[in-house]
């Protein structure tokens, strides 16, 4: 039987403790279609990795990109022979003696050597309930980075900044830019640029910018190209919020950065 838990990364220190079993594996299943399951679904698969992807939303990197370029993306990875499934959950893993077994939701079961799972960060905020501290997705804070109480502040992946968790590293170092000047005496708002995501899947590049999630775009305008898509979102007001590049179409990305920026 094996003795192991299934494999997270979130962080330096786990990386280093489960590469060996990474590099060991043949066959890996990765839990969770976002960002972090995406790319490294695709690499694990440039390394000559047997990779089954299961995501439970109806598309890959649902709160991120539009149908279309989720579907793109997708068809990418399976040129790849990544195993992407959509709309499909795991109910059930167990240990077997040479790796794991993992159940899905449809009854099917697979085999596999490891269990990588990428199914999204929840931020720590135990302790700061335990302190009294405004908290809801994260630590609330306000331009400041200052919580409910003052004198405490907080920033990065468990800071809630105008009703976002923004786990990137841009904007934790623009937020501790503007608190390292608080708290030597100058006051100073965090004020947040339109940032560019670049997705890390290079059989299928692609980058984001703005707001691109479904619940604020009100719709997309797609210019589809045989040399990639661009793809701009709109809110209900008819500004655009975001936009999504891919293939050759990211050298557009900081013209529409600029345009986005305007």
């Given at each position: 039987?094996?003795?192991s838990?299934?494999i997270?990364?979130?962080?330096l220190?786990?990386?280093?403790t489960?590469?060996e079993?990474l ?6 299943l ?6 972090i399951?995406v ?5 694990l698969?440039?390394?000559n990795?047997?990779v089954?992807?299961v ?6 990197m649902?709160n991120?990109l539009p149908?279309?370029v ?6 990418s ?5 990544i ?10 893993v167990s240990?077997?003696?040479n790796?794991y ?7 099917q ?6 269990v990588?799972?990428c ?11 335990q302190?009294?501290l ?5 630590i609330?804070?306000?331009e400041?980075?200052?919580?409910s109480?003052?004198n405490?502040?907080a ?10 968790v923004?786990?990137y590293?841009q904007p ?9 000047k ?5 006051p100073t708002?965090v004020v947040l640029p339109?940032?560019?995501i ?8 692609i980058?984001?910018?703005?707001v691109?999630?479904?619940n604020h775009?009100s719709?997309?305008n797609?210019?589809i190209?045989?040399?990639g898509?661009v793809?701009k ?8 919020i975001?936009f999504v ?5 990211t050298?557009q ?5 600029r345009e986005?920026?305007?």
């Open positions: 039987m094996k003795e838990e299934p997270t990364l979130n962080s220190q786990e990386f280093d489960f590469s079993r590099t060991k594996a043949n066959s890996i990765v839990i969770g279609g976002g960002l399951g790319e490294i679904s695709m690499d698969a440039l390394a990795k047997q089954t992807l995501e439970a939303g109806e598309r890959l649902a991120q149908e279309l989720a579907l793109k993306l997708e068809q990875m399976r040129k790849l022979d195993d992407a499934r959509s709309s499909e959950t795991v109910i059930k240990q077997s003696a790796g077994h993992a159940m899905l939701g449809n009854g079961q697979l085999s596999v050597d490891e990588l799972v199914a999204g960060l929840v931020p720590s905020i135990a302790l700061a309930k302190t009294g405004a908290t809801n997705r994260g609330c804070v306000d400041s980075m200052q919580t109480e003052k405490i502040y920033l990065g992946d468990c800071a809630e900044f105008g009703g976002q923004r786990a590293l934790t170092v623009v937020s501790a830019s503007a608190l390292a608080t708290l030597l005496g100058e708002s339109n940032m560019m670049k997705v890390k899947t290079p059989r299928y590049p980058q984001i910018a703005g691109t999630s479904d775009v719709r997309w797609l210019d190209q045989a040399d898509i793809a979102a709109y809110n209900d007001q008819e500004a655009m975001g590049a891919t293939q050759d179409k050298k990305a900081f013209p529409l950065l986005l920026s305007a």
